[in-house]
């Protein structure tokens, strides 16, 4: 278990006990994050970039990569919170041309199982897992084990995790090329590989706060406001009037 502690489930709770306070909403963090995550209108103010306070897509670039990426349901959250690092830039415009259909994803030998979510791109650290074992017969341990080689780059260890990875591909009848490929893409996702869990929390997390901002903008906008640091204030008073019909207005004296 990975626990980090987050200012942001604490603005949830607190829109979240707005929300119920004021409109009797009768929701709640657990109620949301276990719900089925595919409400239509959520998907469409990320794509269309109104992502100032949403838990890890905030950010200009991030941003940019929601409006190309076009998200439709909770797994590609998922993906984009592990792709958008330094070290996956690289695989950005591959991982959105396939999602939007504009190129036709490619498989090498065994990996559909293990890649057809994230288009043949190597994304989550499990993904290597279940490679690992359906290709190189690994049980799941040495998988996890060949994981963490690579990460720590334990150069020996590597070594006779290969060499019994290329023994288990022969003997599964995987093509030499193919494997030597696959092995490439191992060592080299393995550097950077994102943990799925981790991944779906923060999106599960990023998926309840862009709800409450579409259901209920005016308790959103006021804890994020609330929260804000002052140079953020302008961005979210702008999102605010573009994207809903909550207000800031003068105090009643």
Not at 103 to 111: D, I, K, S
Not at 145 to 156: E, G, Q
């Amino acid at each position: 278990n990975d626990c980090l502690a987050t200012k942001e489930l604490s603005k949830l709770h607190e829109t979240i006990d707005l929300c119920n306070k004021e409109y009797n909403a009768g929701i709640s963090f657990e109620g949301l994050s276990t719900g089925d995550l595919s409400d239509e209108k959520v998907y469409e103010v990320l794509s269309d970039g109104y992502t100032q306070n949403v838990f890890q897509f905030s950010s200009t670039g991030i941003t940019k990569f929601l409006t190309q990426l076009k998200p439709t349901c909770i797994d590609d959250l998922i993906a984009a919170n592990a792709l958008y690092r330094p070290a996956t830039m690289g695989n950005l415009d591959e991982y959105v041309n396939c999602k939007n259909g504009l190129v036709e994803p490619v498989y090498l030998w065994g990996t559909y199982n293990s890649l057809k979510d994230t288009y043949a791109q190597v994304v989550f650290q499990e993904q290597i897992v279940m490679m690992a074992r359906e290709i190189g017969g690994f049980s799941l341990g040495d998988g996890v084990k060949l994981v963490k080689f690579v990460s720590k780059k334990k150069t020996d260890k590597i070594k006779a995790m290969k060499e019994k990875f290329m023994d288990g591909a022969k003997k599964n009848h995987c093509p030499q090329e193919d494997a030597d490929a696959i092995w490439e893409q191992i060592e080299a996702a393995g550097t950077y590989c994102f943990n799925k869990s981790h991944a779906t929390a923060y999106a599960v997390t990023a998926y309840v706060g862009a709800w409450l901002k579409v259901h209920y903008p005016t308790a959103f906008y006021t804890v994020a406001l609330q929260w804000a640091d002052d140079d953020e204030l302008v961005t979210l008073m702008g999102e605010m009037e573009a994207v809903s019909n909550a207000k800031v207005v003068p105090p009643d004296i």
